[in-house]
């Protein structure tokens, strides 16, 4: 079996750009938003004193900003395959709208962005781009991550 | 919690107060656990040298979350983060020292609210930026707007 040139593979992935996935939705644990904080080594009250946090402006315990990485999206109808050996994570742009407190149940959908390729010193990348919206059981938009992922 | 920043008191050119971090192996096992992310790069030596990688590197999410800190310690929590983008160009790897740093680019008045907008970025210990970014946040004012 031949592998397939980078710019075959783009192009197959071109034609899964617009696809959203299904929706997947994360019931926020206290404990959990505790364990993230200590294994990011962040000692901020905000996100782990439910005394100190509970004097402060939003009256209680809130998640660090990039907890939401935890709520993953549901999976696409279609598998997006790659078919390199090696990922790398590009970076995240992250647009935060409303805070994420213990009780709350996040969804997650994320929306198959883009694809482009680009040369780089490890030779041809594959680019590929997501959108992730995250909703709270309000309905309210919390935030939104544009996401992008390398491959080669 | 540190004292409330005033939008009035931040000035366009000034740093931000850095923020080191250690990262470790033991840090990057609990990261994995509590972020969900499983990729072998970041805990099996092993896989990352077969994948031609210097050894385990630090799942680049994490270093998103020290940028975040570098923000929230800054802000305090009376400060609002809006936005925070960040690009990993290059790897970091435990045992090295990591320092988050920043820099306000901008100063305004946005829909009401009073915004700054910052530079920022992170030094691995050769002072090499290997995860530069940006990031908005939103203030209160001594006046309580």
């Known amino acids: 079996m031949t592998t397939p040139s980078i710019e075959a ?3 197959e992935l ?7 996935s299904a929706a997947a939705s994360y019931l926020v644990e206290k404990g959990h938003i505790r364990r993230f904080a200590e294994a990011i080594g962040d000692p901020n009250p905000l996100f782990s004193d439910g005394a100190a946090a509970r004097k402060g402006p939003y009256g209680g315990i809130i998640a660090p900003p990039t907890f939401l990485r935890n709520c993953s999206p549901g999976p696409f109808s279609q598998p997006i395959r790659v078919p390199l050996a090696r990922n790398l ?6 647009e935060y709208l409303e805070p994420i407190r213990p009780g709350d149940t996040i969804t997650a959908v994320q929306r198959f962005a883009a694809v482009t390729t ?19 059981q309000f309905g309210k938009l919390v935030a939104i991550q544009r996401s992008h992922g390398m491959s080669y | 919690m540190p004292t409330t920043l005033y939008w009035e008191d931040v000035k366009e050119g000034q740093d931000l107060p850095p923020l080191v971090k250690k ?3 033991q840090q990057l096992v609990k990261y994995a656990g509590a972020s969900g992310d499983f990729y072998q790069i970041h805990y099996d030596k092993d896989f990352a040298l077969a994948n031609k990688l210097p050894g385990v590197i630090l ?6 979350a020290f940028l975040g800190q570098l923000m929230t310690d800054w802000i305090g929590e009376h400060g609002r983060l809006k936005r ?16 988050c740093k920043g820099r306000v680019t901008k100063k305004y008045v946005q829909e009401g609210q009073h915004c700054v907008d910052c530079e920022i970025w992170l030094e691995n210990g050769k002072g090499e930026k ?6 908005t946040v939103a203030l209160p004012t001594r006046s309580g707007g």
């Open chain 1, 9 to 11: 593979v783009a192009a």
């Open chain 1, 14 to 20: 071109q034609q899964l750009v617009g696809m959203e």
């Open chain 2, 59 to 64: 799942h680049g999410a994490l270093k998103n």
């Open chain 1, 89 to 94: 994570d590009g970076g995240s742009d992250w």
């Open chain 2, 84 to 99: 925070l983008s960040v690009q990993y160009r290059g790897m970091d790897v435990p045992g090295d020292t990591l320092t």
């Open chain 2, 23 to 25: 990262p470790t192996t």
């Open chain 2, 130 to 135: 290997t995860t530069p970014g940006s990031a």
């Open chain 1, 118 to 136: 680009r040369q780089s010193r490890l030779g041809t990348m594959i680019i590929m781009s997501r959108e992730t919206r995250y909703t709270n």
